[in-house]
């Protein structure tokens, strides 16, 4: 079945450092893909999307490419702040019709930034 | 608008017992899912409607049950709780057209002892 995978965690960085954190999924026709962020205590917020194959999804200095050859959607950011520390989540969109809305995730990388 | 809302933010809960998480949107949704969130898991499906009057199972159903009377609510019963089923809660939605951004509540804690 469909599946994500991302990089364990968790990621400490010092304020100013490259971002990046691996994603790769597995999936039977074309899914859109997401990165979503969890700040301390609140709920999930979509941080960028693609919907097709060489798409590139970007927000708040965040971006990640979908690579159909390598099934990838690796997060990058040039220069990480401290407001950035949360756990960041890759997922896919599958099925067809009603179950587009169905996301299935990653585990969560929880990136930690070091002023 | 106040977007996706839940109730309660945190809830105890002793084995056997039974309650209703509550979920609501005022963003006229037509799609709404529970997931549950529980620690080195990500987050799972658990039950998710397409609009009021239909709703499926997701990846891990059993134990719950869910119902759709409205586009604005979407409620998730516990009939009766077991300590696997703490975890943390999270109510989404999102249009049923292409735009399949999900929109996701803030939470509710269950502890189940």
């Known amino acids: 079945g469909n599946s994500v995978t991302q990089m364990e965690g968790p990621v400490t960085l010092s304020e100013e450092a490259f971002l990046t954190i691996n994603c790769t999924y597995t999936?039977?026709?074309?899914?859109?893909l997401f990165w979503y962020v969890q700040y301390p205590g609140e709920g999930l917020q979509l941080l960028l999307k693609a919907t097709k194959a060489d798409d590139k999804g970007s927000n708040k200095g965040f971006e990640a490419t979908y690579r159909k050859e390598t099934t990838s959607f690796h997060l990058e950011k040039g220069s990480v702040q401290v407001s950035d520390s949360a756990v960041y989540f890759c997922a896919l969109s599958e099925g067809y019709g009603g179950s587009q809305g169905n996301l299935i995730f990653g585990k969560g990388t929880k990136l930690s930034v070091k002023p | 608008n106040a977007g996706v809302t839940q109730t309660p933010k945190f809830q105890v809960l002793k084995t056997g017992q039974s309650m209703t998480l509550q979920c609501a949107q005022d963003m006229n949704h037509e799609y709404m899912s529970w997931y549950r969130q529980d620690p080195g898991m990500g987050l799972r499906l658990i039950h998710y409607?397409?609009?009021?009057?239909?709703?499926d199972q997701g990846e891990v159903p059993n134990g719950y049950n869910v119902s759709r009377s409205t586009t604005e609510d979407f409620p998730l019963r516990l009939l009766s709780a077991a300590p696997s089923q703490t975890s943390v809660y999270f109510c989404?939605?999102?249009?049923?057209?292409?735009?399949?951004?999900?929109?996701f509540g803030p939470g509710t804690r269950l502890l189940v002892l």
């Open positions: 409607s397409v609009g009021a009057g239909i709703t």
């Open positions: 989404a939605s999102s249009y049923s057209g292409t735009e399949r951004t999900q929109y």
């Open positions: 999936a039977t026709g074309y899914p859109s």
